[in-house]
């Protein structure tokens, strides 16, 4: 590894002290350092990379930051396969393993090429209106259609993989992957998964029928979801970042991608942990068995 792309949340309040203490480490031992605008900002550097130019020439990138942070790289990086060190400079997220003071330690063996690749499934949703595709995009977490303030309760038929499965009145439907099984699908009623296994959840959002629960399909499965009637203020949702209007007939189709994000696992952590300390199950005294 010679390249490292770096990325930090501009608004951390220690991203400032951060940066100034890790880019110099990195520069000192000849690593070449790619910083976007709003990263080099924070330390007064300038830059015209974007995410997806900084992606495809690194062999690593460090994310510095929450979830929110790794989502919008991951949208980006994903196609070069390049591995991924997220670390948290907050405290809620499931995606960001790595505390800022382990920072060090994990970056000393990562550079010594001691360390573990964990794949992580993404999605491709396209809209499709009157045959034609007018958005097609890549997506960590979820893929959620809702309804506005407004709007009263949608009509969404699905089909999976050309069977029509049901119909949701329901104020949204949530198609997520294992990763984001931990996010929106989860206030939704939606079940935790692990993220090796190889399904998609689709969770409704305040269905109008109490039988319409979560359900889990295979991750070879195409999805297409039909808004069956013209509404004010419907909108399909990208990873909680990304929003775009969907029409009366248009057809959401979804699928998984045929690449992965290369997450590196943080060191002596497992995801049972992370549930534990996200989630704050059990007590300080249950260390289990």
């Known amino acids: 590894m010679k390249k490292i792309g770096i990325f930090c949340k501009p608004k951390a309040p220690s991203a400032a002290k951060i940066l100034g203490k890790l880019i110099p480490w990195l520069r000192n031992q000849n690593y070449y350092i790619f910083l976007d605008a709003g990263t080099a900002a924070i330390i007064n550097e300038a830059s015209s990379h974007e995410k997806s130019e900084i992606s495809q020439q690194s062999d690593l990138l460090i994310v510095l930051g ?11 990086a994903h196609p070069f396969k390049v591995p991924i060190l997220a670390v948290n400079l907050g405290s809620l997220g ?9 920072l060090y330690s994990t970056l000393k063996n990562i550079l010594a090429g001691k360390f573990e690749i964990e794949n992580r499934m993404l999605l491709n949703a396209c809209i499709w209106r009157s045959k034609e595709k007018v958005e097609d995009h890549n997506v960590l977490n979820d893929v959620v259609i809702n309804k ?3 709007a009263r309760v949608i009509n969404l038929q699905v089909l999976v993989n050309g069977q029509y499965m049901t119909s949701y009145r329901a104020d949204g439907l ?6 984001g099984s931990t996010a929106y699908s989860l206030s939704a009623g939606g079940p935790i998964i692990h993220p090796s296994m190889h399904t998609l959840v689709l969770s409704p959002i305040c269905p109008f029928t109490l039988t319409n629960r979560s359900i889990l399909i295979p991750d070879q499965s195409i999805i ?3 808004l069956a009637a013209e509404y004010d203020d419907v909108r399909v949702t990208l990873d909680g970042q990304e929003g775009y209007d969907m029409k009366a007939e248009d057809i959401l189709e979804i699928k998984k991608t045929k690449t992965t994000l290369q997450l590196i696992r943080g060191p002596n ?8 300390d996200k989630l704050h199950w059990g007590s300080q005294n249950d260390k289990g068995v």
Not at 174 to 179: D, E, G, H, L, N
Not at 269 to 276: D, M, T
């Open 66 to 76: 929450g979830d929110g942070t790794l989502l919008g790289v991951a949208r980006a």
């Open 148 to 150: 506005g303030a407004v």
């Open 174 to 179: 949530i198609i997520a992957t294992p990763t």
């Open 269 to 276: 952590k497992n995801y049972y942990q992370i549930l534990r």
């Open 94 to 102: 499931f995606l960001a393993e790595i505390s800022i003071e382990e």
């Open 224 to 226: 297409q979801v039909k």
